[in-house]
């Protein structure tokens, strides 16, 4: 039992990211910037992976499982053909197919530092980078709902915010 405990409380810790300061003072070079900056994603089972890389030499790293996830910021770096994002795992990024692609590996961890499902999720995969779509002129004309416009909410904001909405067709 105490053992169980243990390791639930190493998994909460194991994902998520974890900033390291070696080499926090780099700055990505330029090409590395270009090729890699975006969102990119990937999914395997009920688990994703996601990364807003910004070109200022830290990422927004999201693990996803079942529904919970863990977020935080970590910084990447260049290396030789990519860059390495130095989170917990680390992953390391080269170049795809194509630019919307990108060919990457994540650290392996010890199981016991890991979920089963984590365990299972490939250590090799393709991600993909979102792409923007723009939409139909007629979506950017339509009105903004009326409290949008006011610089307070009302007090009674707080109490529904999070509640569900019912929906029921007539």
Do not use: C
């Amino acid at each position: 039992m105490h053992q169980k405990f243990i390791r639930r409380a190493l998994l909460a810790f194991v994902l998520i990211p974890v900033m390291v300061v070696v080499g926090a003072d780099e700055k990505p070079k330029q090409d590395a910037v270009s090729e890699f900056t975006g969102t990119w994603s990937t999914i395997s089972g009920t688990n994703s992976v996601i990364f807003s890389i910004k070109d200022d030499g830290e990422a927004v790293m999201f693990l996803l499982q079942s529904g919970a996830y863990n977020m935080g910021n970590v910084p990447w770096k260049r290396v030789p053909g990519g860059i390495l994002i130095e989170g917990l795992p680390r992953f390391r990024f080269w170049k795809g197919r194509n630019r919307n692609e990108a060919r990457v590996e994540m650290e392996a961890l010890p199981p016991e530092m890991t979920s089963e499902d984590w365990q299972e999720f490939p250590l090799s995969f393709f991600m993909r980078r979102a792409s923007s779509k723009r939409l139909p002129k007629q979506f950017h004309q339509r009105s903004l709902p009326k409290r949008w416009g006011y610089a307070k909410l009302p007090p009674e904001w707080d109490q529904g915010a999070g509640r569900r909405r019912v929906y029921r067709e007539k």
